[in-house]
Structure formats: C-alpha cells, structure tokens
C-alpha cells in the first residue's frame, strides 16, 4: 500500500500526515471489504475497530510514550479490537 498510495500523494505535495491518513484510510476501507465480501454481510465493524486506534495512537503517544503501558495499550488493542470486530461478522452470519 505504501508503495502505490503513499508515494504518489507525496509526490503532487500532499502532507506527509495526510498522505498517512489517506493509506490508513484506504487500509481499513480494504480490510472492511475482506471480512465483509466473503461473509456478504457489510456492518463496518472492522472499519470502525481501525478507526478506533487513531484516537487510541494519539492517546498512547501524548500520555504513555515510551512507557511499558503504551506497548501494552497496543498490544491489548490488537488482541481484542479487531478479534471482536471479526467475533461481529461471524454472529451476524451465523445468527441471520
């Protein structure tokens, strides 16, 4: 992604930051898709659980930078945010 996204939005002078937010963006959109087609079931949960770790970076980076309960505020994010994103799409498969 950051290959064919990233480098060419720098290149006309788009922002660093905004370049960044716009592959984040096209990531989540992508993984969305990836849990949602296959399922046929389009919730945004898995969308919205990656959104969810941009406040969570700026939370960790302002108050737990270079602190072990940052790592462990992301690690926690990655164990049980996307998990129970993916948990959603199966009980609405399973359950409709």
Do not use: D
């Not at 960044?20 to 969308?47: D, G, K, N, T, Y």
């Amino acid at each position: 992604t950051h290959t064919h996204t990233h480098t060419p939005l720098t290149a006309p002078g788009c922002r660093r930051t905004q370049s960044q937010l716009i592959v984040f963006l096209f990531s989540a959109l992508f993984h969305e898709l990836l849990v949602s087609v296959p399922l046929q079931r389009v919730r945004m949960w898995s969308f919205m659980a990656m959104i969810g770790q941009i406040p969570l970076a700026i939370f960790t980076e302002k108050y737990l930078k270079g602190s072990q309960y940052g790592n462990v505020v992301m690690w926690a994010s990655l164990f049980l945010g996307q998990p129970a994103a993916i948990m959603l799409y199966v009980q609405a498969y399973l359950y409709e």
